[in-house]
């Protein structure tokens, strides 16, 4: 399948699949697979892409194999498909920000003083980081302190652990926050 046949998607379909969360399971597993670096030019300050080497007719983005997928820096990622800028249609967003944020709340309570009432659930991209953020935000409505274990366990009593893609994606958070 080609590119051009892929943007004829229709923009929903296209971020309902690539903000799935098995797809960004999929992802992280891939880009740590790849050491946190662009596979092409070696770069580790750049935003990461995970890149599908070929596209396989019907198949969902999380349903290939690692070594069908290369992670790229968001340079190398848009010489591959020659594109100059993101989508109009894509909002602007920061993944590593989001889940700077994240992790930082997990780390540090304290750090909800900071950006309560800055922050919301809308200022989140994926779908699975506003799930974490809304979890977080009741733990404080109900004055329950929140770590990694207390907020899977209260993901996981409402069913949305897994539907985030589980604890890798919650641990990833605090990943991002330590190496920043």
């Given at each position: 399948?080609?590119?051009?046949?892929?943007?004829?998607?229709?923009?929903?379909?296209?971020?309902?699949?690539?903000?799935?969360?098995?797809?960004?399971?999929?992802?992280?597993?891939?880009?740590?697979?790849?050491?946190?670096?662009?596979?092409?030019?070696?770069?580790?300050?750049?935003?990461?892409?995970?890149?599908?080497?070929?596209?396989?007719?019907?198949?969902?983005?999380?349903?290939?194999?690692?070594?069908?997928?290369?992670?790229?820096?968001?340079?190398?990622?848009?010489?591959?498909?020659?594109?100059?800028?993101?989508?109009?249609?894509?909002?602007p967003n920061s993944?590593?920000?989001?889940?700077?944020?994240?992790?930082?709340?997990?780390?540090?309570?304290?750090?909800?003083?900071?950006?309560?009432?800055?922050?919301?659930?809308?200022?989140?991209?994926?779908?699975?980081?506003?799930?974490?953020?809304?979890?977080?935000?009741?733990?404080?409505?109900?004055?329950?302190?929140?770590?990694?274990?207390?907020?899977?366990?209260?993901?996981?009593?409402?069913?949305?652990?897994?539907?985030?893609?589980?604890?890798?994606?919650?641990?990833?958070?605090?990943?991002?926050?330590?190496?920043?």
């Open positions: 399948m080609t590119d051009n046949k892929i943007r004829k998607t229709s923009n929903a379909e296209f971020f309902a699949k690539y903000t799935h969360p098995r797809w960004q399971k999929k992802r992280l597993e891939r880009m740590e697979q790849a050491g946190w670096r662009c596979e092409s030019c070696e770069s580790e300050e750049k935003t990461l892409h995970v890149h599908h080497k070929s596209y396989k007719k019907g198949a969902s983005p999380w349903e290939y194999e690692n070594d069908e997928l290369e992670c790229l820096c968001e340079d190398c990622h848009a010489e591959q498909h020659g594109i100059q800028e993101h989508s109009e249609n894509t909002p993944i590593f920000a989001e889940q700077s944020v994240l992790g930082a709340l997990i780390t540090d309570n304290s750090v909800w003083e900071k950006i309560s009432g800055k922050l919301s659930e809308i200022d989140f991209y994926l779908n699975s980081h506003k799930l974490i953020f809304r979890t977080i935000t009741k733990l404080v409505e109900q004055q329950i302190p929140f770590d990694i274990v207390t907020l899977s366990e209260s993901l996981k009593s409402t069913g949305n652990l897994e539907n985030i893609g589980g604890i890798l994606i919650v641990s990833n958070s605090l990943i991002f926050s330590n190496n920043c």
